[in-house]
């Protein structure tokens, strides 16, 4: 990820951090998933964007990986709902199969890219998940907005 993607996943971050009661991780991947920002040692949104903004895509993309960290950050959350944002087209590269570790997750949300959005629509559509796709900067508001509304999709 990088350019225009690495800019959006930045936002977001920021934007969900800047709308969450407190208590927010982040996980970047690629074969492997790397906690940014754990929950239980929140940083300020300022913080979590820079974070974000100095990660560098590469080599393989392990969905189940991501989605497994997160799922474990997720664990000792206090919130009413526990959401996980996937900023991804989807596509794993890896030989894991994600199914299950997005159905064990409470509520999974994909953001995509526009350009690309195929395989994150069919993967969303086989787990339950919500999924908006976005072109622009833009259109993130309105995506999340519709993604993280009130939860019935």
Same mark, same amino acid.
């Given at each position: 990820? %990088?350019? +225009?993607?690495?800019?959006?996943?930045?936002? #977001?971050?920021?934007?969900?951090?800047?709308?969450?009661?407190? $208590?927010?991780?982040?996980?970047?991947?690629?074969? &492997?998933?790397?906690?940014?920002?754990?929950?239980?040692?929140?940083? +300020?949104?300022?913080?979590?964007? $820079?974070?974000?903004?100095?990660?560098?895509?590469?080599?393989?993309?392990?969905?189940?990986? #991501?989605?497994?960290?997160?799922?474990?950050?997720?664990?000792?959350?206090?919130?009413?709902?526990?959401?996980?944002?996937?900023?991804?087209?989807?596509?794993?590269?890896? %030989?894991?199969?994600?199914?299950?570790?997005?159905?064990?997750?409470?509520?999974?949300?994909?953001?995509?890219? !526009?350009?690309? %959005?195929? $395989?994150? &629509?069919?993967?969303?559509?086989?787990?339950?998940?919500?999924? !908006?796709?976005?072109? &622009?900067?833009?259109?993130? +508001?309105?995506?999340? %907005?519709?993604?993280?509304?009130?939860?019935?999709?």
């Amino acid at each position: 990820m %990088d350019g +225009p993607r690495l800019v959006t996943a930045a936002m #977001a971050a920021a934007a969900v951090a800047l709308r969450s009661s407190g $208590e927010l991780a982040v996980v970047a991947f690629d074969r &492997r998933a790397e906690v940014v920002v754990e929950l239980l040692a929140p940083v +300020p949104p300022l913080r979590t964007v $820079e974070r974000v903004l100095g990660l560098r895509g590469h080599g393989m993309t392990s969905l189940d990986a #991501a989605l497994r960290a997160a799922r474990d950050q997720l664990a000792p959350a206090r919130a009413a709902r526990r959401v996980t944002v996937l900023l991804s087209d989807c596509r794993a590269t890896d %030989d894991l199969d994600p199914t299950a570790a997005a159905r064990a997750l409470d509520e999974l949300v994909v953001l995509a890219p !526009a350009s690309d %959005d195929e $395989e994150a &629509r069919r993967f969303a559509r086989s787990v339950d998940a919500r999924v !908006a796709s976005i072109e &622009r900067l833009d259109d993130l +508001p309105p995506a999340l %907005d519709l993604l993280l509304g009130d939860g019935s999709g």
